[in-house]
């Protein structure tokens, strides 16, 4: 009989364990996945979700179910995400609040986005812009600055959700301009441009692909994009000045993460599967209709790049209060 010394035992078992750990890799998925979008259904976010969940399904062999769990600052959906296993079955469409605002200004936040989730990929940009009631005489976002600068508390102007990178930039401008008006949150773009049009607020904060339909309907009317270059679905819109420290800036981004502890393999599968499910031509064309610029970084790319935003983003909630916007 061969007899094995300590060392050769412990590496046959490692070897075996190995082995094993990328059998149950290769062979997932088993069951469904759980696509949780913490927006309500109807936005622009929801509509990249559910085109992912058609895409990605078919490419996996198995159905990705979308989950909609709207409000709380996205803190109720993403909270559900992380009750379930990191075994790759439950993935999290996360934005800037949920990724790296919400742990600045939500006291006794029940989840610490990193290390507690960890990124597929960076998905797109997510552009903004401030529309209005489309029977205000305003034209622009300067004329609106004047306005409320001649009406003070006259104004309120609504964002999707509280604490996201719309009331961040609003609430900023708002402060570095030394304007007064009111910010209304709401639980996402479908109620606030209801009250909008019902003449209940004056102009919204808004991700440009969920509201560029009433736009498109004379439901409301556009003043300004939000960044500082044009948007091609809108290119004489007035744009900001991207170093102006008085422009109303807001930059933000939509990421697929998934549970930390997650195994690797199947970290990398996902990402090469979401890849060419956005890469494929059909879903190019959504993502340009909604205004999406695609990005589609690789995990470690993305978790750099998810770093340096919550460090951008602590430092402007550092600066802004929003308890008193």
């Given amino acids: 009989m061969i007899k094995f010394s300590a060392a050769v035992k412990a590496a046959i078992a490692g070897a075996s364990l190995l082995s094993a750990s990328f059998a149950v890799h290769a062979a997932w998925p088993e069951r469904p996945l759980r696509l949780v979008v913490p927006f309500p259904a109807g936005g622009s976010y929801d509509i990249v979700a559910r085109t992912l969940s058609q895409k990605l399904g078919k490419r996996l062999g198995q159905p990705v179910v979308v989950e909609n769990i709207a409000g709380g600052a996205t ?3 993403v909270m559900s995400a992380l009750k379930d296993k990191a075994e790759g079955y439950t993935l999290l469409l996360a934005s800037d ?8 200004v939500i006291k006794g936040l029940r989840y610490n986005p990193d290390p507690d989730l960890t990124p597929v990929t960076i998905l797109s940009t997510v552009p903004h812009w401030i529309v209005a009631r489309s029977d205000r005489k305003e034209g622009s976002l300067t004329d609106l600055k004047a306005y409320i600068r001649s009406n003070p508390g006259k104004v309120s102007i609504s964002i999707n959700t509280v604490a996201g990178a719309a009331h961040l930039g609003l609430a900023s401008w708002k402060q570095s301009n030394g304007l007064d008006f009111t910010i209304v949150p709401y639980r996402g773009s479908p109620p606030a441009l209801a009250d909008l049009i019902g003449g209940q607020t004056d102009a919204h904060v808004d991700v440009i692909g969920s509201s560029a339909a009433y736009v498109t309907d ?37 990421a697929l993460v998934v549970r930390t502890g997650t195994p690797q393999p199947i970290i990398e599968r996902l990402y090469k599967e979401v890849k060419s499910s956005v890469e494929e031509p059909d879903f190019i064309a959504r993502l340009q209709s909604l205004a999406y610029e695609p990005v589609l970084s690789p995990p470690a790319q993305a978790r750099k790049f998810l770093q340096a935003e919550s460090a951008r983003y602590g430092a402007i909630a ?8």
């Fill in 318 to 325: 550092k600066a802004v209060n929003l308890d008193a916007n």
């Fill in 218 to 254: 004379g439901k409301v009317k556009p003043l300004a994009t939000l960044q500082g270059h044009a948007v091609t679905q809108f290119p004489r819109l007035e744009t900001q000045k991207a170093d102006s420290p008085d422009a109303l800036l807001v930059r933000a981004n939509l």
């Fill in 97 to 104: 609040g949920s990724l790296n605002i919400n742990q600045y």
């Fill in 75 to 77: 803190v109720p959906g």
